[in-house]
């Protein structure tokens, strides 16, 4: 009876649906509004919304792909709400939504005909021009459930799309049977179809099912570095590091995952990284038998971004921006409208990331940033000037009376890019980021100048200081460097 009721609220395996698209519709309506999240479309935006909110990651341009769980909202929606985070008013063309099929039977590879897909917040339209594209690689595309459609894998997707990227079509995918061959072949003709495109990619899965929570973390952490090494062909047969016998690893949308991983090879994109891990016990409190989750990305470096200096400022306009970071903190402090800014340089139009500085006496006296942003500089360099005087959870909020004596530095950063080793940065000349799941941490580049640490110090700093990280999570970490104009 335990298993059933996890079958239910975690999963929804066991729900009992009625058809998809009716023959006299074109629209594919949803069938588990109300039983994996809110049907009532005001309960439902303010629940998407209070989750985006309460996700600790930011939007990231350089995200093209992510993986997502599709339980209840309740169970794996902050987990969701991580990935989609990174993607919210990003500036896709299309989405990709791969999932499977928990309970209809499709044979072959199903590519949704329909026109569109319905949520409470409104319906979705299909891209049908892309849909043909997929089909037409190879006639197993062409798949037909053999039945009405009733699948929640990729139907619970659709809100949070709706509400992230709310004019973006989709292409909604569902694999029957999830051999390496139909994923690899799935991998290749979505690879073929979007490769002149900017498309994002959504793999609706889950982790492994009703465990006891200590013997769930650990398959799924195995399940997870698989993924993040690209090993695709391993994930048919998962060898079980805890007890040393062969299991099969415990992802529902297994197929999909391994399309990914075929996807990124093909259009030769890095591999998914963690953005967080969570699973049923941290909603319903029960350990003994639960459900896992998790959200990943695939990040790509922007062509002619990442590899070419950015526009520069002159020294004229690093003091005039300067000058209006002081005045949005007066205007603050004063009650009086925020000031305008009436530079025109197109280094204020790009998306770059902001870093604001307040020294007072010498010593910090608040720092806030973001390290990327799909938002201009002239929109996140008065919101950073307020949340370093106000928001630095190190200090108290700076008073009225400490603007005369505050230094104000301001730094706009580049595309961080990932390394291979905190060996490879340059002193004084890369500011570093080290992550590890949902643990980030950031040093801007005249920290070293600043503490005079060598490469390992300034590595082993930001990764236990600020990203909070433990010696034994130091190995799988990633390192990113980015470089800085500050003034």
Not at 321 to 328: A, G, N, P
């Amino acid at each position: 009876m335990k298993k059933l009721l996890c079958l239910l609220v975690a999963i929804g395996m066991m729900v009992t649906v009625s058809a998809g698209v009716r023959a006299e519709s074109s629209v594919r309506e949803p069938l588990f509004a109300g039983k994996f999240y809110p049907a009532d479309a005001e309960r439902l935006s303010a629940l998407i919304r209070g989750l985006l909110q309460n996700a600790s990651s930011s939007p990231d341009p350089s995200v093209r792909a992510i993986i997502v769980p599709h339980a209840g909202y309740i169970y794996s929606g902050q987990t969701a709400a991580q990935a989609y985070r990174t993607v919210e008013g990003g500036d896709f063309e299309n989405v990709v939504v791969m999932g499977f099929s928990h309970r209809t039977l499709i044979e072959g590879i199903f590519v949704d005909d329909s026109e569109a897909v319905g949520t409470p917040l409104g319906e979705i339209r299909i891209d049908q021009s892309l849909a043909k594209k997929i089909r037409d690689f190879d006639p197993f595309l062409r798949g037909r459930p053999l039945e009405a459609l009733a699948e929640h894998s990729v139907e619970v997707q659709f809100p949070f799309i709706r509400t992230v990227l709310p004019d973006v079509p989709v292409v909604p995918i569902y694999m029957g049977q999830q051999s390496p061959s139909n994923a690899r072949l799935l991998g290749r003709a979505v690879a073929h179809a979007i490769r002149d495109t900017k498309t994002l990619i959504v793999v609706s899965s889950d982790l492994s099912h009703f465990h006891p929570d200590a013997a769930a973390r650990a398959k799924d952490r195995n399940l997870i570095s698989l993924v993040e090494n690209g090993r695709a062909e391993e994930l048919s047969v998962l060898r079980d590091r805890t007890s040393g016998t062969t299991a099969t690893p415990e992802a529902c949308g297994l197929g999909p995952i391994m399309a990914l991983l075929t996807l990124c090879g093909e259009l030769d994109w890095p591999t998914p990284r963690l953005l967080k891990y969570s699973n049923s016990s941290e909603a319903t409190g029960d350990t003994s038998s639960v459900v896992g989750y998790a959200a990943m990305a695939v990040k790509v470096s922007q062509a002619g971004i990442a590899h070419q200096p950015p526009a520069s400022l002159s020294s004229e306009e690093h003091t005039q921006l300067v000058t209006y970071v002081r005045q949005v903190l007066e205007a603050h402090f004063r009650n009086t409208p925020a000031p305008q800014l009436s530079m025109n340089s197109p280094v204020l139009l790009s998306p770059r990331g902001v870093f604001v500085t307040l020294n007072k006496e010498g010593r910090l006296r608040g720092c806030v940033g973001r390290i990327t942003t799909d938002r201009p500089v002239r929109e996140t360099l008065p919101q950073m000037a307020l949340a370093a005087a106000l928001n630095d959870p190190r200090f108290p909020p700076v008073t009225e009376s400490e603007l005369d004596q505050l230094e104000i530095h301001i730094s706009l950063l580049t595309v961080p890019e990932r390394i291979d080793s905190w060996k490879d940065v340059r002193l004084g000349t890369d500011g570093l980021i080290v992550r590890r799941g949902a643990k980030t941490g950031v040093f801007l580049p005249e920290v070293a100048d600043q503490t005079g640490w060598n490469q390992e110090e300034f590595f082993l700093h930001c990764a236990t200081e600020k990203a909070g990280l433990r010696p034994d999570e130091l190995s799988d970490a990633e390192v990113e460097t980015f470089q800085t104009e500050s003034f």
